[in-house]
């Protein structure tokens, strides 16, 4: 029978809540995965680890380097809209930092069992708490830095574990989310296991071997090098010549301070520039980085902050546009498809 509609208006408890907004934040294992890695990344990590069970649904724990979280600071990190990123209008217009709506660790707890194990720099022994905010603090044992274990994703909500897809297939989401911060931050080691099993590993390095060592060989001896500012815009990386073009679209990374995000404009503005070098049906392979003023971008548009808004999106445009053109255009004029030597 459907629920009633005739009921008084009450306020809905915590819990409850923290389930509602978990369905936007926490929409598979793999948006745990992003959203504990940009905490560690957040928090100054060199060097993160990734393991994950059964495709993220039994366990994903994430160690990270990071500055840690104070004992006493421990149950705020669970609690909803609690973030040490910002804490006021100005601060959220200029945020530097991948998260900052204090509601991720919140809602993964809300819909699995979490554990958070951290110590900071100058703690002599790491502390836990385990649940949720209400959870006591007790003393652990761990490096510095910060470990935050996720189990059974959805065990309280069988609705939403009813849409979690094969095991292989989440591990794949997964597996791509770290694939997509990794190739953004070549200054930071990850690794990542599943079941047991190290998958990848990849060494702080370089932008050029870490993308090469990403997204493989192939793209590697055919891409062309970008760097163009203008103003407050900067794009950087790499665009792969016609050779390195693919039949899917799974060879287009592209990061607005730091940020990977899938945004129409950006794509379109990167798709235009490969018009007169590539086939229609073809999709370029891309790894760029644009980077301004945080004022001139809003990323406070999805919970996910997969898209962003620009305050200015002609220019924006124009601008990735034409550095992507001119790149392509200096080698079509030399040797067609292939890198230069
Ligand atoms: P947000 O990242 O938006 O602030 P989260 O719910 O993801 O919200 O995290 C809440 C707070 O917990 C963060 O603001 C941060 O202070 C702390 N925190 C979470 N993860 C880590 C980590 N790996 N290292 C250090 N601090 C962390
Ligand atoms: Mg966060």
Redesign the pocket.
């Known amino acids: 029978a459907p629920i009633s509609a005739h009921r008084p208006i009450q306020a809905l408890p915590d819990q409850l809540i923290s389930q509602i907004a978990a369905g936007e934040v926490v929409e598979r294992p793999s948006a745990v995965v992003k ?2 890695l ?3 990344l ?2 100054g ?1 060199t060097q993160i680890t990734v393991r994950l069970e059964e495709g993220g649904v039994k366990r994903i724990a ?1 160690t ?1 380097n ?4 104070a004992p006493e ?1 421990l149950p ?3 609690a909803r809209h ?4 910002i804490a006021s209008l100005t601060d959220l217009e200029n945020v530097a ?11 993964i707890a809300a819909v699995a069992a979490v554990s ?1 194990t ?1 110590r900071t720099a100058d703690a002599p022994h790491a502390w836990e708490i385990a649940g949720s905010h209400l959870g006591t603090v007790a003393p652990s044992s761990g490096a510095h ?2 470990t ?1 274990d996720v189990q059974d994703l959805y065990f309280n909500t069988p609705a939403r574990r009813k849409f979690l897809k094969s095991e292989q297939t989440e591990y794949g989401h997964c597996a791509e989310v770290v694939r997509r911060i990794a190739l953004a931050r070549p200054d930071v080691a990850f690794s990542l296991s599943h079941n047991g099993r190290t998958i990848d590993h990849w060494n702080v390095s370089e932008m050029a071997r870490r993308s090469a060592h990403i997204l493989g060989n192939d793209f590697a001896e055919a891409r062309l090098a970008i760097d163009e500012s203008a103003g407050p815009l900067r794009v950087h990386g790499y665009a792969g010549l016609p050779t390195a073009s693919k039949a899917r679209a799974d060879g287009q990374f592209f990061y607005v301070n730091g940020r990977y995000v899938r945004d129409k404009l950006l794509v379109h503005a990167v798709r235009a520039a490969y018009q007169d070098v590539l086939h229609g049906d073809r999709f370029p392979s891309y790894v760029l980085a644009l980077d301004l003023d945080p004022a001139l971008v809003d990323v406070n548009v999805h919970p996910s902050k997969i898209e962003v808004r620009f305050r200015d999106s002609r220019a924006v445009h124009q601008f990735v546009f034409h550095a992507v053109q001119r790149a392509l255009a200096k080698t079509s004029a030399t040797d067609h498809g292939n890198a230069p030597a």
């Open positions: 959203e504990l940009e905490n560690a957040d928090a990590a994430i990270d990071g500055r840690g979280i600071q705020l990190a669970l609690a973030t040490s990123k930092t991948l998260g900052f709506r204090g509601e991720a660790l919140a809602s958070v951290s830095g910060t935050i």
